[in-house]
Nanobody, 130 residues
Framework: QVQLVESGGGSVQAGGSLRLSCAASGNTYSTLCMGWFRQAPGKEREGVAAVSRDGVTNYADSVKGRFTISKDNAENALYLQMNNLKPEDTAMYYC????????????????????????WGQGTLVNVSS
């Protein structure tokens, strides 16, 4: 069982930055693959970024070059550095995780695109004003 707790959301103006954090329970954190997803009001959930257990990262096209995902195995933490935020980034952001085998880059992309994670946090709200 994995418990995930997000933090770091808030309100910023367009062009600003936020850093989201996700604290994970469990002592085999290094075998987790993890990701960030978001859901805006009236819209479907979408993948933002993901990292495999081996550090392979994937990003949604809409955030490439602006967001950076990182995983700290020593701290059992996942981060999402968000720069140059835009109003369309406004959403509830969720941390997700699951136990994953070693996988190829294409397999890691597949997991991200399908959102195949069994564990989800409660979310942290990001609001970007113009």
């Amino acid at each position: 069982q994995v418990q995930l707790v997000e933090s770091g959301g808030g309100s910023v103006q367009a062009g600003g930055s936020l850093r989201l954090s996700c604290a994970a329970s469990g002592n085999t954190y290094s075998t987790l693959c993890m990701g960030w997803f978001r859901q805006a009001p009236g819209k479907e959930r979408e993948g933002v970024a993901a990292v495999s257990r081996d550090g392979v990262t994937n990003y949604a096209d809409s955030v490439k070059g602006r967001f950076t995902i990182s995983k700290d195995n020593a701290e059992n933490a996942l981060y999402l550095q968000m720069n140059n935020l835009k109003p369309e980034d406004t959403a509830m952001y969720y941390c997700a995780a699951d136990w994953c085998p070693v996988m190829t880059a294409s397999q890691a992309l597949g997991v991200f695109l399908r959102g195949e994670y069994n564990y989800w946090g409660q979310g942290t709200l990001v609001n970007v004003s113009s």
